[in-house]
């Protein structure tokens, strides 16, 4: 049976930096209760005119020209995001007229900060079918225009970017192993943006009640995020028969280093099995493991067999794995 195999990675992080010393000019917080609590030093803020499309497109370049291919290759397009340039139509689809990727469908998956993983799975299943034969899986935000500058618990989180991936339907043992995917909806309100939506659309009042901003329980989303994230990497190293000392880089999605850490030691992986990047781009969703996933690929810390983990969680609540053999 074919795979679904990687076959160019890109990412974009806008120019704009905004440190820790600049959210002190901001809010009440200092870089060290900051850096202490999240391991976050700073994060990249989208430019006015730049928008979640312009972000993804700029990353998918990236991912094209490595893979050698081009636009009209492509059969699938498919970007996870909750800060789409519109409610709609999908970002995706602003993304293939943008690259002139003429022959494909494309569509949005709406997963929050696991949304590349699912939208990685959802490509998957498309090659591996036969239904397609080259796919771009995008995760890209600009959280920036959702975050609430006054609510210092949240605005230090967040930051903005985007990567991509290019993946080929390929005989042989490299490409995505497995993919792994839950849910759970009960959990909504610890991690969701209230407005603007069906249940409450666009108004002044919900404007003076900072609906269209994310809100979060932190320390309540910490304990299941920790658990879940585990609980699906065993899943998906169980399904392929083997343990953490298998995987030769755990790419999970770039929270707070506190969750990277807690989830690194509950696989009692070692330093150099897991990547971060967290202290210079902060958490930037769906974007955070296919961005991390380049600069690995870039900086040359990837070799061919290598058993990379990918492990996301995100509101809704949602959660996912991918294992893949690079």
């Known amino acids: 049976m074919k795979k679904a195999r990687i076959i160019g990675t890109g990412s974009y992080r806008p120019e704009k930096v905004l440190t820790n010393f600049d959210l002190e000019k901001m809010v009440d917080t200092n870089n060290e209760w900051i ?6 030093k700073e994060r990249r803020i989208a430019a006015d005119h730049e928008m979640t499309s312009d972000l993804a497109v700029n990353a998918a370049r990236k991912a094209l020209e490595m893979a050698e291919t081009k636009p009209e290759e492509i059969d699938l397009v498919i970007v996870g995001t909750i800060t789409g340039d519109y409610p709609w139509p999908s970002t995706a689809c602003l993304v293939q007229d943008k690259l002139g990727a003429v022959n494909a469908a494309a569509w949005d998956v709406s997963a929050a900060c696991s949304g590349f993983v699912y939208a990685l799975a959802s490509a998957t299943q ?86 269209p901003f994310l809100r979060m329980a932190g320390n309540e989303v910490f304990k299941v995020a920790v658990r879940s994230l585990y609980d699906v990497a065993i899943e998906a190293l169980d399904a392929n028969q083997m343990t953490a000392k298998d995987v030769d880089l755990l790419f999970p999605h770039q929270a707070n280093r506190r969750i990277l850490d807690a989830v690194k030691k509950r696989l009692k992986l070692n330093d150099d099995q897991m990547y971060v990047n967290v202290d210079m781009c902060g958490n930037t969703s769906g974007a955070s493991i296919p961005l991390a996933l380049d600069e690995a690929n870039r900086n040359g810390q990837l070799n061919e067999g290598d058993v990379l983990l990918f492990d996301a969680f995100g509101g809704g609540f949602t959660w996912g794995a991918a294992l893949v053999r690079w």
Do not use: M
């Open 35 to 40: 850096t202490a609590r999240t391991g976050i």
């Open 126 to 211: 498309y090659l591996e079918s036969g239904h397609s034969k080259k796919a771009l899986v995008i995760g890209a935000e600009v959280l920036s225009r959702i975050i609430d500058w006054e609510d210092r618990n949240t605005c230090i989180l967040f930051g903005d970017g985007a990567g991509a991936v290019v993946l080929e339907a390929q005989e042989g043992e490299q490409g995505v192993l497995s993919t792994h995917l839950h849910s759970d909806g009960s959990y909504w309100e610890l991690l969701y943006q209230p407005g603007f939506g069906a249940r409450h659309p666009a108004s002044v009042s919900g404007i003076e009640q900072r609906l």
